[in-house]
């Protein structure tokens, strides 16, 4: 599989990575969805300490533990569990950092993160402090690199101006492609997008249509809409599968650095990969697809 490097880092990720929230707590399934996926030429895996209560992270670095210099691996800080574990707070100090990297590391066995990601973020954090504990952890060598988990564009807009972020994670497919309003501001920082559910929750896959059409919609279009809408897509470029096209046209443009599909079963890896490994869409049918569907922008946090 291809490698793109992200933002102005030494990382090459392949260009289809594993969101691995989706792979469960049972470790002998969890551990054959990351061996697939790796042998398929996966070398991206994106977890967090916030998915299953730091249990994600606990069978990631066990399916790793052997071949951990091969993997390029990320996971996420500042959603804090409380006591109970009957849910989290937002917590982005300096202090809640640097104690929750240790506690990373423990459960991914392994003594660097390649990449760290600020998990969410609002304009009212002390976002110097949160800056300071991640160079901090780059200095002692306990990361690599920082990026965020965002899409509120005052954020965005703070971390480009003041930190050394290297990438953005964003949710982007067909479906939501408000990602593309910052696609040239990026670009100009050299700074990547990693593209977090680029099949809308299953709508732009293989799925008969009835079961894809459950839901009353999927942001701003309805159910009538997708209705009509996604057979069109189909109809675009009939020689893809509908997964190939939605993974390709996210990574038609090179400020996006990586795609994250989650995969809970063992063929969706497989598809997952094909369309990485799948040829690069038309100019044509990238315009096509721009047609049929919206381009809308973060309202909210600017």
Request: charged share 30%; net charge negative; hydrophobic share 35%.
């Amino acid at each position: 599989m291809q490698k793109r490097q992200l933002g102005h880092s030494d990382l090459f990720v392949s260009e289809v990575g594993l969101g691995c929230m989706s792979l469960g707590t049972e470790e002998n399934h969890a551990r054959s969805l990351i061996d697939e996926a790796i042998d398929l030429g996966i070398n991206y895996l994106d977890t967090a300490d916030l998915y299953d209560a730091g249990v994600n992270e606990e069978l990631v670095g066990k399916a790793i533990k052997n071949r951990r210099s091969n993997i390029i691996l990320a996971t996420k800080v500042g959603n804090r569990w409380k006591e109970d574990k009957t849910g989290w707070t937002w917590d982005p100090s300096k202090t809640y950092i640097k104690q929750a990297v240790k506690n990373s590391l423990t459960r991914l066995q392994t003594d660097y993160i390649d990449l760290y990601q600020l998990h969410g973020g609002t304009i009212e954090d002390n976002i110097d402090e949160t800056i300071e504990a991640f160079e901090e952890l780059k200095q002692e060598g306990v990361i690599r690199y920082y990026g965020i988990s965002s899409i509120r564009p005052n954020v965005i807009k703070e971390y480009l101006k003041k930190s050394s972020i290297i990438s953005i994670m964003m949710q982007y497919s067909l479906l939501d492609r408000r990602p593309e309003e910052w696609f040239a501001l990026l670009k100009e920082h050299n700074v990547s997008i990693i593209a977090r559910g680029p099949l809308a929750k299953g709508l732009l896959t293989e799925k008969p249509l009835e079961e894809k059409l459950k839901s009353e919609g999927y942001l701003s279009y309805s159910r009538e809409e997708l209705e009509k809408l996604l057979p069109q897509l189909d109809a675009v470029d009939p020689s893809r599968s509908m997964t190939k096209l939605a993974l390709q046209y996210c990574l038609y443009e090179e400020v996006v650095g990586t795609v994250i599909p989650g995969a809970s079963k063992l063929q969706q890896i497989i598809e997952n990969a094909k369309a990485g490994l799948s040829e690069r869409l038309s100019p044509q049918v990238y315009e096509q697809l721009q047609d049929l569907t919206e381009c809308g922008k973060y309202e909210q946090h600017r």
